[in-house]
């Protein structure tokens, strides 16, 4: 009797354990953002809430703050395997699918949040295709807000910036041929290096967004900020299509809800923030300089300029196609 109880509790725990190892799915998720910042407390919420929901048979590791790299680094991670997924912006969410930089061309949304988030909305299908094809699962996109240039010198209108020095992310096509676009002096940098750059004189200007400004602590070696945002950018949250694959059918639309459902709420968290530092660079004078109604018509022109030198390089005609029928241009 007692050795038969001893062989199905041996068996049971087989089972058992064979069961949990087969059902527990665990991604791998790296972003920049450093503890305690609006998207690390995001994914943290994101980890949280997915293996509650999901009976832990989901889990997301987070690491963030750059512990396993830089974006670039990250993504060739992911590319063998070491990783699952990240967060990414810019330059090397481009590298992934070049489509969804369409967003960032320079002079079409302006301040104008409502109609970039109904642009990605209603066109999630199209980018969501693009990243999948590309081998990657979209979950969702994360704002980073309107970009603006900040200089260290007077700015009046957009012909005085021709000849400024002006930082450019190292690789990046679409800031390139912006700033050919507006004949400003390029000055190829890692972010790490701005800082440095703006308080030597390396540099004349930079551009970000307000909460970027303020977080990278740019604000004490600019006196301007062009009030006239060239872009509004965004992040996005991917997986690896093959590690998302492993996820159980069943819970797959749960952790898809959950992400997104985070995901907007940090967004709406990042527009407060956006706005308190633009209130601090007023605070501690920084001057807002106003553009004159000439610079907007010039600003349409840089934007074609861009279109044309990057469609077809970056983006394709039909991402294009959608911006310009989505937003009018």
Known sequence: MLRHFKVTALLFSLLFSASATQATVKLKIAST?????????????????????????????????????????????????????????????????????????????YEKRDLAFNFLEKNWAFFADGFEKKGHKLMSFFEIGPVYLVSKKEVKSLQDLKGLKIWTWEGDELASSFIKSMNLVGVPLGLEGVLSALSTGMIEMAYSSPLGIISLQWQNNIQYLINFPVTFSVGAFVLSQKEWNKVPEKWRAVVEDIVKKNAKEANEEIV??????????????????????ADFAEGKAIREKVIESLTGKLFSPEAVSLLKEGVKI
């Open 33 to 109: 953002a450093p503890e305690g910042t609006t998207w690390a407390n995001s994914l943290d919420k994101i980890s949280t809430e997915v293996a509650k929901k999901t009976n832990n048979e989901v889990n997301f590791k987070m690491y963030h703050g750059g512990k396993a790299g830089d974006e670039s680094s990250v993504l060739r991670q992911i590319r063998i395997g070491k990783m699952n997924g990240g967060v990414f912006t810019g330059k090397t969410l481009g590298e992934i699918n070049g489509d969804i930089r369409v967003m960032e061309i320079p002079f079409t949304f």
């Open 272 to 293: 407060a923030e956006n706005q308190k530092s633009l209130d601090t660079m007023k605070m501690i004078g920084i001057e807002f300089q106003e553009m004159k109604e």
